[in-house]
């Protein structure tokens, strides 16, 4: 007899080989200047040596470029990248609500008031760049059949 495979560890590796070749391509560099851009004007501190916010831009930037990426295919098959941010709204909502609470904390931690609306539209700003992103990369492997 042969031996039994389990799908979900075979998809769970291919994802994983997957994040891995898409994250070759990101640069860490471009995260902190989409950060600096996006946030700097909000947070006067906010500079290339301040290590704790840049922290976590870079990771909710890694996770929004993956979910992007995971939508990539979609673009590859004709959608809009409208349509497939559609797709992934509830996903890109959580991160985009996740990134605002962390800046707000951070925000209090250094007794900073800020213009709520102006800080959810600089996450939304980066988190939107960064799906982008990562959509356009999955989708430029699709076309160089790289998947």
């Known amino acids: 007899m042969g031996t039994v495979l389990s799908f979900i560890n075979e998809k769970q590796k ?7 070749q898409l994250l070759r391509e990101l640069s860490v ?27 976590g831009c870079i990771d909710f930037a890694i996770e929004a470029y993956l979910l992007g990426a995971q939508f990539g295919k979609f673009g590859y098959h004709g959608e ?4 497939a941010m559609t797709r992934s709204e509830k996903e890109e909502k959580e991160l985009l609500h996740e990134l605002y609470e962390y800046a707000l904390s951070w925000s209090a931690a ?3 008031t800020l213009y709520d609306e102006g800080l959810y539209y ?21 076309k160089l059949r790289l998947r």
Not at 14 to 20: F, G, I, S
Not at 123 to 133: G, L, S
Request: charge should be negative; proline fraction near 2%.
């Open 122 to 142: 600089a996450c939304e700003r980066f988190i939107q760049t960064w799906w982008k992103e990562g959509f356009s990369e999955r989708e430029k492997r699709f």
């Open 110 to 112: 250094f007794n900073i």
């Open 14 to 20: 291919k994802q994983v080989n997957l994040e891995k």
């Open 80 to 83: 809009s990248v409208q349509q």
């Open 29 to 55: 560099e471009k995260i902190m200047d989409m950060a600096e851009e996006c946030f700097a004007p909000l947070f006067h501190f906010f500079s290339k040596h301040t290590d704790i916010l840049y922290d």
